[in-house]
């Protein structure tokens, strides 16, 4: 599947939203990416999820785990794990902070992949990295749908020995809410993620 059809596939399900929003974030951007208007048909999903874990290039071809953030990783991350043929497990929120719950476990060892819908600024994968090491796991790559980093954390990451694997790139321009020209405009701000 090239950029340009997984492009067409989100535009095609409406994905890719025009107006003013404030990204999880805490950005603000012009165009948000609404991967869910895709994932919520399990044939695109899967497809999707296949396309994503073929990006994957291991020495050591055994994941045992993929972890997403919710709400926004889930579906992509079940349709990673199924192709990589391990568990699908998923951190959430509490009191602001990631965390690895529902009696979900990583054992010391265990090799996992990060999966995302949409990578802004990273914040959600660094933090799922971070619990993923403190319980003893060996984070093996990154993934996302959409990577819409700006800078590009592709740079960061390597220097963490960890790779990026997307399935399309988009330059979408993000601003600090003090400093947001559409702000200033008096476009009435919208809130669709997950926080």
Not at 88 to 101: D, I, N, P, Q
Not at 137 to 163: C, F, Y
């Amino acid at each position: 599947m090239t950029h340009k059809q997984v492009l067409e596939i989100l535009k095609k399900c409406g994905a890719i939203l025009s107006g003013h929003f404030r990204l999880s974030s805490g950005l603000h951007s012009g165009k948000y990416l609404q991967c869910a208007l895709a994932l919520q048909y399990p044939n695109l999903a899967e497809k999707l999820g296949s396309q994503l874990a073929s990006q994957f290039k291991f020495r050591e071809s055994k994941i045992d785990a993929v972890v997403s953030p919710a709400i926004g990783g889930i579906i992509v991350g079940q349709e990673v794990a199924r192709a990589f043929g391990c568990r699908a497990l998923f951190c959430e929120r509490e009191e602001g902070k990631m965390k690895l719950r529902r009696g979900f476990e990583i054992k010391r060892g265990e090799k996992v992949v990060i999966v995302e819908d949409v990578i802004t600024t990273g914040g959600s994968v660094k933090e799922i990295a971070e619990i993923v090491k403190g319980r003893g796991g060996k984070v093996e790559g990154i993934g996302a749908i959409v990577d819409r980093s700006q800078p590009s954390l592709s740079h960061e990451l390597a220097t963490l020995n960890l790779s990026l694997n997307s399935l399309l790139r988009m330059n979408i321009e993000t601003y600090y809410p003090e400093e947001c020209p559409i702000c200033k405009k008096g476009i009435p701000l919208e809130k669709p993620g997950s926080r």
